[in-house]
C-alpha cells in the first residue's frame, strides 16, 4: 500500500510538472523560415494553384498578416535583421558602406557592443532557453549560429533538416528552446534563369556547385502524368499575371537592376509566355515540395504532446517576382518580392482562423521585441519595432501606420491604407507613389496626379523624418 502511495505520488508529480510545463508563459518557440515565399504563394491565401496543408495548419490554428514585409527582399540581408531586429542599412561592411544588398552583408565583419548584447540568441539565452539551429544560414561571420550560441542540429537544408527538427522536437527538453528551422525552397527556382540563360563566370559557378538545387528545379519542372500539353496549358498550368508586362514608365532603378545580371535580362527579353508560365509552376511544385517537410515538423509537434506549449511562427525572408513585370528573382519593391508571408501557432493561447489584413508587420524588426515581451526580458533594438502580442490578442487600437523596406535600389515606406512611396536611389533619385486599392498589382504609378498630392506629401515626410531622416530630398 505505500509502495503504491509513492508511486501514486510519483505519477502526479510527473502530470503537474508537465501541466506546469504546458502552461508556461515561456513557451517554446520554433520559427520555421523558408527562403523566397510571397506572401500570395499559399493555399490559404486563395492561391488555387498549388496546396500547401501544413503551412494552412499554423494558419487555421493562429493568426495569419497579409501585410507583412521583409526589411529587404533579398536573402542576406533580412537574415541580418532576424537576428539583431534592425535594419540591415544599420550595419556597414568592411569598407565602411552602409548594408542593402547581399554582398555587402556578408561583409559585416564587425558588430557593435550593443548588438553583441542585444540580439535575439542573447536575449533567450539569458531567459533560460536553449538555442538551436538548422539549415541556411548566408549570415556574416560575428552573427553566424554558431558564434551566437546556438547548437547547430543540421547543415542540410531539406529533408533531413526537417527529420533532424522532428527528432529534437521529439525528445524530453528541461528547458524551454527556440528552434530556427530555414529550409532553402522555393529558392531553387532562382536556377531556371540561371541555367537557361549562364553567361557569366559567376553564373557558371553556381550552376558547378548546384546540383542539387538543378535536381529540385528538374522535378518541379515535370509535367503531371498522361497529361497532354494541350490540357496542361489550358487548364492546370497557372496563367501569366495580370501584371506581366513591366510598370508602365518602370523606374531606372528597376531597370539597371535587371541589366546588372545578363540571365536576368534575358529571361525578360526571351522567355516565352509558356516559359514563365513554367516557371510559375515550378514554383509553385517547389513551394509545396517545402510544405511537405514543414508538415514533418509539425506531426513530430503534435505527438511529443507539447503544442499548446510551443509558439510556431512561419516566415520568408523575401518573394520572388513568379512573372511579374516580366521578371524572376527578388530585390524590388513590388509586392511578389517585398510582402512576405507571416504566421503565428500557439495552440490555446492564440486564437484560431484570425486573418490580419491592415496591420503591417516587420519580420525583421518585430521579432526580436516580440519574444522580448513574450520572455520578460527587454531587448535593445530598432525601437520602430513592435511587440506583436497585442495583435495576436486581437488589439489593433494604435498600431503602426506606416513601415518601411530596404534594398540596395532604394528604400520604400507603405502605409496602412494601402499606399508605396518608394524613393529609388540606384541610378538618381526617381519617386513613386503606389496605389494598393486603385491598382493592385502596381501597372502604373500616381506619383505626377494631382489628386494625390497630399498622400504623397505625408509619405515623403514620414520617409524623411521618421525612417530615413539622413535620406532627405535636396
Known amino acids: 500500500m505505500n509502495f503504491f502511495k509513492i508511486y501514486l505520488f510519483i505519477l502526479t508529480t ?99 557592443k550593443s548588438v553583441s548584447t542585444n540580439n535575439i540568441a542573447v536575449l533567450l ?23 551566437l550560441g546556438f547548437q547547430i542540429i543540421s547543415n542540410d537544408e531539406r529533408d533531413d533538416l526537417a527529420k533532424e527538427a522532428a527528432n529534437f522536437i ?21 536556377y531556371m534563369a540561371i541555367r537557361d540563360f549562364a553567361e557569366t563566370e559567376e553564373d557558371h559557378s553556381i550552376l558547378e556547385n548546384g546540383n542539387e538545387e538543378l535536381k529540385n528545379l528538374e522535378e ?10 494541350e490540357k496542361f496549358f489550358n487548364e492546370i498550368c497557372p496563367p501569366l499575371p495580370l501584371n506581366f508586362e513591366p510598370q508602365e514608365d518602370e523606374p531606372l532603378a528597376v531597370k539597371s537592376l535587371i541589366k ?33 517537410q514543414i508538415q514533418i515538423i509539425l506531426d513530430a509537434l503534435k505527438q511529443s504532446g507539447n503544442e499548446e506549449n510551443t509558439m510556431v511562427i512561419f516566415s520568408s525572408d523575401h518573394g520572388d517576382n513568379d512573372s511579374s513585370h516580366k521578371m524572376e528573382h527578388k530585390t524590388v519593391f513590388y509586392e511578389e518580392s517585398a510582402n512576405i508571408p507571416f504566421i503565428v501557432m500557439w495552440r490555446g493561447k492564440i486564437q484560431g482562423g484570425q486573418i490580419d489584413n491592415k496591420s503591417l508587420i516587420s519580420n525583421g524588426l518585430d521579432l526580436l521585441p516580440t519574444i522580448s515581451d513574450y520572455i520578460g526580458l527587454k531587448g535593445i533594438s ?18 503602426r501606420k506606416t513601415l518601411a523596406v530596404e534594398s540596395e535600389i532604394g528604400r520604400m515606406v507603405v502605409s496602412d491604407d494601402g499606399y508605396k512611396y518608394v524613393r529609388y536611389d540606384l541610378v538618381g533619385i526617381e519617386e513613386r507613389l503606389m496605389n494598393l486599392n486603385k491598382d493592385p498589382f502596381e501597372k502604373k504609378h500616381f506619383t505626377n496626379d494631382k489628386s494625390y498630392n497630399k498622400i504623397l506629401l505625408r509619405l515623403r515626410k514620414k520617409f524623411d523624418e521618421k525612417w530615413f531622416p539622413k535620406s532627405r530630398l535636396n
Not at 58 to 78: D, E, H, K, L
Not at 125 to 147: C, F, Q, T, V, W
Not at 275 to 292: G, I, N, P
Open 14 to 112: 510527473i502530470f503537474y510538472n508537465r501541466l506546469y510545463c504546458q502552461n508556461s508563459d515561456k513557451p517554446n518557440i520554433i520559427y520555421i523560415y523558408i527562403d523566397q515565399l510571397s506572401e500570395t504563394m499559399m493555399s490559404c491565401a486563395g492561391n488555387k494553384y498549388l496546396k500547401t496543408p501544413a503551412i494552412d495548419y499554423i494558419a487555421r490554428n493562429g493568426i495569419r498578416f497579409t501585410r507583412a514585409y521583409t526589411t529587404n527582399p533579398v536573402c542576406s540581408p533580412a537574415r541580418v535583421s532576424l537576428m539583431t531586429g534592425r535594419f540591415p542599412g544599420y550595419f556597414k561592411d568592411n569598407e565602411g558602406n552602409q548594408v542593402r544588398e547581399n554582398r555587402g552583408s556578408m561583409r559585416i565583419t564587425q558588430i557593435s
Open 125 to 147: 539565452r539569458r531567459a533560460g532557453y536553449d538555442l538551436i539551429y538548422g539549415g541556411k544560414e548566408h549570415l556574416p561571420a560575428p552573427l553566424s549560429p554558431k558564434n
Open 170 to 190: 521529439s525528445k524530453n527538453h528541461d528547458n524551454p528552446y527556440f528552434m530556427i528551422v530555414s529550409l532553402i525552397n522555393p529558392h531553387d527556382i532562382c
Open 220 to 229: 518541379a519542372l515535370q509535367l503531371p502524368v498522361n497529361i497532354s500539353i
Open 260 to 292: 546588372r545580371r545578363s540571365f536576368r535580362e534575358s529571361a525578360r527579353e526571351r522567355y516565352t509566355p509558356e516559359q514563365w508560365r513554367m516557371h510559375r509552376w515550378a514554383y509553385a511544385r517547389l513551394t509545396e515540395k517545402v510544405d511537405s
Open 382 to 399: 530598432d525601437p520602430r519595432g513592435r511587440s506583436l502580442r497585442p495583435l495576436f490578442n486581437g488589439n489593433k487600437n494604435n498600431w
